[in-house]
């Protein structure tokens, strides 16, 4: 069973970047449905990415065109590019996988998680 173990979040103002990554031990990520997911305080848990096995992705309609993921199968990480970032876009940002079944950005089907690392993004 895969460990996630998250890093890279801070404090930025609105437009800028930051890149965050999650490591993962103890099973390869190259089988998993991996995904990132945030919450902001009293709000709901949801999904900003997911990436299937086979290379599909699926973002959330208020990141598209402004966050981008990859994953390196070698070093078994998996990195979020997060770039014209937005106050709104302020949460703790989770790393997840999932073993089997559908690969959606819907954090009820995920199982394994990190734990977590604070994004910030002041206007």
């Known amino acids: 069973q895969v460990q996630l173990v998250e890093s890279g979040g801070g404090s930025v103002q609105a437009g800028g970047s930051l890149r965050i990554s999650c490591v993962a031990s103890g099973d390869t990520v190259r089988r998993y449905c991996m995904g990132w997911f945030r919450q902001a305080p009293g709000k709901k848990r949801e999904g900003v990415v997911v990436?299937?096995?086979?290379?599909?992705?699926t973002f959330a309609d208020s990141v598209k065109g402004r966050f981008t993921i990859s994953k390196d199968n070698d070093e078994n990480t998996l990195d979020l590019q997060l770039n014209s970032l937005k106050p709104e876009d302020t949460a703790m940002y989770y790393c997840?996988?999932?073993?089997?079944?559908?690969?959606?950005?819907?954090?009820?089907?995920?199982?394994?998680w990190g734990q977590g690392t604070q994004v910030t993004v002041s206007s």
């Open positions: 997840a996988a999932r073993a089997s079944g559908g690969c959606v950005p819907d954090a009820r089907y995920f199982d394994l």
């Open positions: 990436l299937d096995n086979d290379g599909s992705t």
